[in-house]
């Protein structure tokens, strides 16, 4: 009861005013049992809120860390469910992709069969269409041939009937059997026998050949017939005269030549137009510039049938002929060349052929670089691959010379083209880069040597000079097409400058004598076009005149390429050449 009592005092009191720090109850201090007691009860109370407080916040923190472990759990369950579900994706996209590669196996091998059917359809059908050509042209060539048997067998037989007539009427005028009107100058007895055997030998012809030829000739007139065929019988002769002349000429030329290169074969330093005296130290020179022709000019056609024993009269003073026969071979070889192959050129179904193939060759010609010697033997290795017919790689695709009868020609001569080109393009600039080309050119060329004429025939085609060749200028032929022929290049009607000119010819001239200084790459047993012919070259462009903006930069380039290398094999013969050059051929040179 006193604790109830308290208790409810102590209620009672917490309620009341304090005055000055001290409770007031009904106006009375209370006793300090009393404020203890309250006091322990206050702090009970707030110890029992603390622990209430604390356990609130116990289980509160409680709570939140079983929320959080829930969190946490579930989160890990949504990352493994998400794990579990990018796995299945991913194994579906993998089987997706298989599924969608071997798709694409089935059908590049779906395609390259229809190419493989497709090309041999073709194959065949052109097999088949060159066949049918074949046969249309042998039927046609073998009606040709009969109907031109059987002109020329009438055209002989009125041929010798006319002979037979004509010499009789001419023996008989001779002998002086009728009127002198018809051959009025004296004959001979010799003259005299040979009628009598020409007229024999045609009569037996005529009636071999063709009996009836005799009734076309009676419709003639006898004396204007007869006339007629004595004017022929003297042109005939004039032209057999002049035939035999050509002939006896042509012998010694080859002759000749035969014994210049029996001589340039056994001269340890090959010099066929400068002779060098290797005691006294000056030289002089064995040939000297001939003078500028004096003849009408020619045409090109007269130039280009003429004999390659000797030198077309338009041409003499520009070439020895030595060099006209060889610069003619080479031409004759490209230009054979050429038209063998513009039937494949024109055919429009070979195209995506030619152009891959095409692809190939400018590919490895584009990537020759002196990166080391194992990469040069690649190259090379590479374009003896295309030149010989096997299967090479460009891109995803493959592609082999053989499978067309002109592919490997066509190889052969884009090879060599752009490869020359590469003379304007690359070597004008940069003057060592013509080394990695000239181990190529020479590696290519010991294994082909149709690849090394087309070479030189390019070669030639756009420098002249590499010849050494002046073209003078043809009857009829215009000025810019005349720059042509020298090599210039004419864009819009109008020729480059002589600067442009020179730097261009300097870089095919720098390609050609890093060609003839080259040493054997590995594989090689000799240069095919080795140092002997930089010697032959220099004595011949020393040996015509000097021509402005060519002849100094070509004899500059074969000196800057290949000049060690002479000096090393030529030694005292080379610097005697060398003085040559100083003392004669540059007082020519400062003059143009």
């Not at 073709?122 to 073998?142: F, G, T, V």
Request: charged content about 25%.
């Amino acid at each position: 009861s006193l604790i109830s009592h308290t208790g409810s005092l102590s209620l009672g009191i917490s309620e009341q005013v304090l005055v000055d720090g001290e409770p007031i109850v009904n106006g009375l201090m209370e006793s300090n049992a009393v404020v203890e007691y309250r006091t322990m009860l206050i702090r009970q109370k707030a110890v029992a809120e603390e622990r209430k407080k604390a356990s609130q916040q116990a289980m509160e923190e409680k709570l939140q860390r079983a929320h959080e472990e829930a969190e946490a759990r579930k989160f890990r369950e949504y990352q493994e469910r998400q794990q579990v579900t990018q796995r299945r994706l991913d194994e579906q996209r993998q089987e997706i992709e298989d599924l969608e590669h071997e798709m694409e196996i089935e059908q590049r091998q779906e395609e390259a069969e229809f190419e493989r059917k497709a090309q041999a359809r073709r194959q065949l059908e052109q097999q088949e269409r060159l066949q049918a050509e074949e046969r249309e042209r042998s039927i046609l060539e073998a009606r040709r041939r009969e109907e031109e048997e059987r002109r020329l067998k009438k055209e002989i037989a009125q041929a010798a009937v006319a002979r037979a007539v004509c010499c009789k009427g001419l023996r008989e005028v001779i002998e002086g059997t009728k009127e002198t009107k018809y051959f009025p100058q004296p004959a001979t007895g010799l003259l005299v026998e040979m009628l009598k055997r020409t007229e024999a030998t045609a009569q037996k012809i005529s009636q071999a050949l063709y009996i009836g030829a005799q009734t076309d000739l009676d419709k003639l007139p006898k004396e204007a017939y007869l006339k007629a065929q004595v004017q022929q019988i003297f042109a005939e002769a004039r032209q057999s005269q002049a035939a035999e002349r050509r002939r006896i000429e042509d012998q010694q030329a080859a002759a000749q030549a035969k014994q210049q290169q029996a001589h340039a074969a056994s001269a340890p330093a090959p010099a066929p137009t400068t002779q060098v005296a290797p005691t006294t130290g000056t030289a002089t020179a064995a040939a000297t510039v001939p003078s500028a022709p004096t003849a009408q000019p020619q045409t090109a056609a007269q130039i280009t049938s003429a004999e390659s024993t000797t030198v077309p009269e338009i041409w003499r003073g520009a070439l020895t002929p030595a060099t006209c026969k060889e610069y003619l071979r080479l031409t004759n070889t490209l230009t054979t060349a050429e038209e063998k192959l513009s039937t494949f050129k024109a055919d429009t179904s070979q195209k995506p052929y030619r152009d891959l193939l095409s692809r190939a060759i400018i590919t490895a010609v584009n990537t020759v670089s002196s990166q080391s010697a194992k990469h040069m033997l690649d190259k090379i290795q590479r374009m003896l691959d295309i030149l010989n017919g096997k299967n090479v790689n460009v891109g995803s695709k493959t592609v082999s010379a053989s499978q067309h009868p002109d592919a490997k020609l066509f190889a052969t001569n884009i090879l060599a083209q752009h490869i020359v080109m590469q003379g304007e393009k690359q070597i004008a600039s940069h003057a060592e880069s013509a080394f990695p080309f000239s181990a190529v050119v020479v590696g290519v060329w010991d294994k082909h040597k149709l690849f090394g004429e087309l070479f030189l025939a390019h070669l030639h085609r756009a420098c002249p000079v590499s010849v050494p060749f002046y073209p003078p200028q043809l009857q009829g032929q215009t000025d810019t097409e005349y720059l042509k022929t020298l090599g210039y290049r004419v864009k819009d009607g109008k020729p480059e400058t002589n600067d442009q000119f020179a730097t261009r010819m300097t870089g095919f001239m720098r390609l050609y004598s890093a060609i003839m200084q080259q040493s054997p790459p590995p594989g090689v047993s000799q240069n095919p076009h080795g140092l002997g012919r930089a010697w032959v070259w220099l004595a011949r462009v020393m040996n015509l005149e000097a021509r402005p903006a060519v002849s100094a930069c070509a004899i500059c380039a074969l000196l800057e390429m290949a000049g060690h290398a002479m000096k090393a094999t030529y030694r005292a013969q080379f610097d005697h050449m060398i003085q040559l050059l100083a003392v004669r051929f540059l007082e020519r040179v400062q003059k143009v």
